[in-house]
């Protein structure tokens, strides 16, 4: 067993008995697959997933979140693409590791792109073995749109089939640095809080660009974001050294991972549908603009009084990525 901040790290083995939430028919229930690390040889992690829907459809929505959030932010809109799918559908929502139930890294260095591309296609050749995929879409907010970029772009990759469809959420190959610097100053700052509601107003603070919500849509966003904690009251869930990577961030590196990104976003065949939220200060309009003029040519589709991100919480989000997905238009 390692302690890292204060906290157990008890990675298990692959083969692990796993814990399962069965819910409804339709989901979620709690899946983990094991993923090897890359920096730390013949090392694992357990990454874990929800899944929704029919653990046999051929078609395969995976949906994977943004940097500090975890795989039940998905929850609202894997439930309404149940209810509109003209198919039978698997809704699957990682939780990339070091957050939600999913290990920690033993080598927080590689909480990076790299790491995760690879866990993914761990999890696509798992669920691929379970029941085969026939058609494979990608919803990826913020990093898991990143991610979605990488796992396109890149035709090197033993994934079971193409990406046919791919939803970016607020994200593009050029990130704004203030973005960057604001989203540092907040990640990995470890809090306890005594109570939900204490944790939902800390959270409200530091996420009000996420648009309007209801309290109890703000509440369902946050339990999942929330662990107990040994000294009482709740913690955030994720391992707060996935900041390290950002904060080591210069802008000239970022400056030369945007040009690899532009390359992997140029080679991406699968049709792109780009969400922007209109006061968005990670993806610039002109970003946006000339993602839907070169590569897939994606179609931008702006949500007003909406900054990073949007959350597909509303109903008029859910509608716009359900009618992408299920549009019987090649």
Same mark, same amino acid.
């Given at each position: ?46 990454? #874990? ?5 029919? !653990?046999? +459809?051929?078609?395969? @929505? /995976? %949906?994977?979140?943004?940097?500090? *959030?975890? &795989? ?5 809109? #894997? ?5 509109? !799918?003209? +198919?039978?559908?698997? @809704? /699957? %929502?990682?939780?990339?590791?070091? *957050?939600? &139930? ?18 993914? @296609? ?6 691929? *073995? ?20 990488? @796992? ?179």
């Amino acid at each position: 067993m390692q302690v890292r901040n204060g906290l157990d790290y008890r990675p298990r083995p692959p083969g692990a008995a796993d814990t399962k939430m069965t819910m409804t028919l339709n989901g979620p229930t709690l899946e983990h697959v094991a993923c090897a690390d890359l920096m730390v040889a013949g090392a694992t992690h357990r990454m #874990a997933y929800t899944q929704w829907g029919d !653990a046999q +459809a051929a078609h395969v @929505v /995976v %949906c994977v979140h943004g940097l500090s *959030r975890q &795989g039940r932010d998905f929850d609202a809109l #894997a439930l309404a693409l149940l209810e509109q !799918a003209p +198919a039978p559908l698997r @809704v /699957v %929502c990682p939780d990339i590791v070091g *957050r939600g &139930g999913s290990d920690w890294l033993l080598d927080p260095r590689a909480y990076q792109l790299p790491q995760y591309v690879s866990d993914l @296609v761990t999890l696509l050749d798992a669920l691929h *073995r379970q029941a085969p995929i026939a058609v494979l879409d990608w919803v990826g907010t913020s990093m898991g749109g990143l991610i979605g970029m990488a @796992v396109c772009g890149r035709h090197d990759l033993p994934l079971p089939v193409a990406v046919r469809r791919l939803v970016l959420n607020d994200v593009g190959p050029a990130v704004q640095w203030a973005a960057i610097e604001r989203i540092a100053q907040y990640l990995g700052r470890g809090s306890r809080f005594a109570t939900l509601d204490e944790a939902a107003d800390a959270l409200w603070a530091i996420s009000s660009s996420f648009g309007p919500h209801s309290r109890a849509q703000w509440l369902d966003l946050c339990r999942p974001m929330l662990r107990p904690d040994p000294l009482g009251g709740y913690r955030l869930h994720y391992d707060p050294a996935i900041a390290l990577p950002l904060r080591a961030l210069t802008p000239e590196a970022a400056a030369a991972a945007e040009a690899v990104m532009w390359a992997l976003f140029d080679a991406i065949e699968a049709r792109t549908l780009l969400l922007r939220g209109a006061d968005s200060d990670l993806l610039s309009r002109e970003t946006a603009q000339a993602m839907g003029e070169r590569g897939p040519r994606a179609r931008c589709v702006e949500f007003a009084g909406v900054g990073h991100a949007p959350t597909l919480v509303a109903d008029d989000q859910r509608a716009v990525v359900s009618g992408f997905l299920f549009d019987p238009e090649p």
